[in-house]
T-cell receptor, first 113, second 111 residues
Framework: ETGVTQSPTHLIKTRGQQVTLRCSSQ?????VSWYQQALGQGPQFIFQ???????GRGNFPPRFSGLQFPNYSSELNVNALELDDSALYLC????????????FGSGTRLTVV | DQQVKQNSPSLSVQEGRISILNCDYT??????FLWYKKYPAEGPTFLIS?????DKNEDGRFTVFLNKSAKHLSLHIVPSQPGDSAVYFC??????????FGAGTRLTVKP
């Protein structure tokens, strides 16, 4: 049983650019959530996808968008990057309705310069 | 909106003693609570959870206590071991499974 994999592991972008981060969910999981973790803080909920539909969103602007594919993998897109977007982006998957906790990937470290 | 709060950024205990990590929440719609452990350069890993219908859940050296009236939960680790040194995150979720995390507490267990 594979876990959650994220790519790339590290990324450097320039302010104003766009970025796409990718996540493959754990086998059997149909729900994917994305989190932003700034240095010294806990993960902040960006949004959740269930069966290819956005199913809940945190306090993030519309330039943060996502997709979930039929195989339950997911992408996080961020447009018009700002310096404050520099953070660790975590993807987590679970099976909806089952409180076994999320399985997290190791994250993508995004640096905006 | 800080719906989940961990007010102690760090905790240091001696090996063999008890570690107590605390967490408070504000949203009464949360009905499931979890603790995650995070090592550097890794994603958080699930440690233990508790449903709102319980007030205690135990798994080996780890016990989570829930006080719904106070909107407070705690994680007890007994006995603490050096390998327990990590950042511990408290998380809470409601019906739609979107988890909200606290800022984390860095636990250091000294040999």
């Amino acid at each position: 049983e594979t876990g959650v994999t994220q790519s790339p592991t590290h990324l450097i972008k320039t302010r104003g650019q766009q970025v796409t981060l990718r996540c493959s969910s754990q086998s059997g999981h149909n729900t994917v959530s994305w989190y932003q973790q700034a240095l010294g803080q806990g993960p902040q909920f960006i949004f959740q996808y269930y069966r290819e539909e956005e199913n809940g969103r945190g306090n993030f602007p519309p330039r943060f968008s996502g997709l979930q594919f039929p195989n339950y993998s997911s992408e996080l897109n961020v447009n018009a990057l700002e310096l404050d977007d520099s953070a660790l982006y975590l993807c987590a998957s679970t099976t909806r309705g089952r409180h076994y906790g999320y399985t997290f990937g190791s994250g993508t470290r995004l640096t905006v310069v | 909106d800080q719906q989940v709060k961990q007010n102690s950024p760090s905790l240091s205990v001696q090996e063999g003693r008890i570690s107590i990590l605390n967490c408070d929440y504000t949203n009464s719609m949360f009905d499931y609570f979890l603790w995650y452990k995070k090592y550097p350069a890794e994603g958080p890993t699930f440690l233990i959870s508790i449903s709102s219908i319980k007030d205690k859940n135990e798994d080996g050296r780890f016990t989570v206590f829930l006080n719904k009236s106070a909107k407070h939960l705690s994680l007890h680790i007994v006995p603490s071991q050096p390998g327990d040194s990590a950042v511990y995150f408290c998380a809470a979720s409601g019906d739609n499974n979107d988890m909200r995390f606290g800022a984390g507490t860095r636990l250091t267990v000294k040999p």
